[in-house]
């Protein structure tokens, strides 16, 4: 995988016509693809579909499969609508975390992506220096606060993951397994935690990332 990030990368020059079209475009073309189709659509022959152009022509603007996850990752990140920091830490922290998940359930293929790749550009880095402004008076290391950020990141990628494959027909059928396995006797503690449950209750996200992030970072106000 290439070591220099995509974004501090040169467009590479192209033989024969100047090229038609921007980065952004071949971004915003990936996208609008995953949307419809999913990540396994992505591909760069199917961007370039989108684009009416050949495969061979989204190398000027990309080196890989790769450097177009990233983009999109880093792209959609532009979609935050933050207030300025001020106040206390948690509300402005769970409001990052609110549209987090916010652009996760309008993109829900980008909580996958979250999950499983580690991509920071212009958007993201835009994100990370709000969340320490929001820290900016806590008494925390600058360590546990950039652990809090991937934590923050993580965690909702997760829930919104769970919450988006979680549908009633999962439930049920996890409800149903539950039900035969509590009643073959063999779990006493599951049986008394889940007395009165027909099927384990869906996290509250709110609340969830609230217990964490007061973990991680205790009760400073």
């Known amino acids: 995988m290439e070591a220099v990030p995509v974004w501090l990368r040169e467009r590479r020059a192209g033989v024969g016509r100047p090229a038609e079209r921007t980065r952004a475009d071949v971004t915003t073309a990936a996208i609008a693809l995953a949307d419809r189709e999913g990540l396994t659509a992505v591909s760069m022959r199917r961007v ?8 061979a022509s989204l ?4 080196d890989s499969r790769d450097d177009l996850l990233d983009l999109m990752i880093d792209e959609v990140a532009a979609g935050y609508d933050l207030p300025p920091p001020g106040g206390p830490w948690l509300p402005g922290l769970l409001e990052v975390c609110r549209q987090a998940r916010e652009l996760m359930r309008r993109h829900t293929w980008l909580p996958g992506l979250v999950l499983t790749r580690s991509a920071l550009g212009p958007h993201g880095t835009d994100l990370l220096e709000h969340v320490l402004a929001v820290l900016a008076g806590h008494p925390a290391g600058v360590g546990r606060k ?3 950020f991937a934590v923050m990141n993580t965690l909702t ?4 993951l769970s919450e988006h494959n979680g549908g009633s027909g999962a439930r049920q059928r996890q409800g149903a397994y539950l039900a035969h396995a509590i009643a073959d006797g063999r779990h006493p503690h599951l049986t008394a935690a889940l007395a009165g449950e027909s099927a384990v209750p869906a996290p509250d996200f709110e609340e969830t990332v609230s217990r ?4 991680l970072l205790g009760d400073h106000h």
Do not use: I, K
Not at 157 to 160: E, G, P, T
């Open 157 to 160: 990628a997760a829930l919104a």
């Open 59 to 62: 190398y000027r603007y990309v």
């Open 48 to 55: 370039a579909a989108e684009l009416g152009t050949g495969p």
């Open 146 to 148: 950039l652990e809090t």
């Open 212 to 215: 964490v992030l007061t973990g």
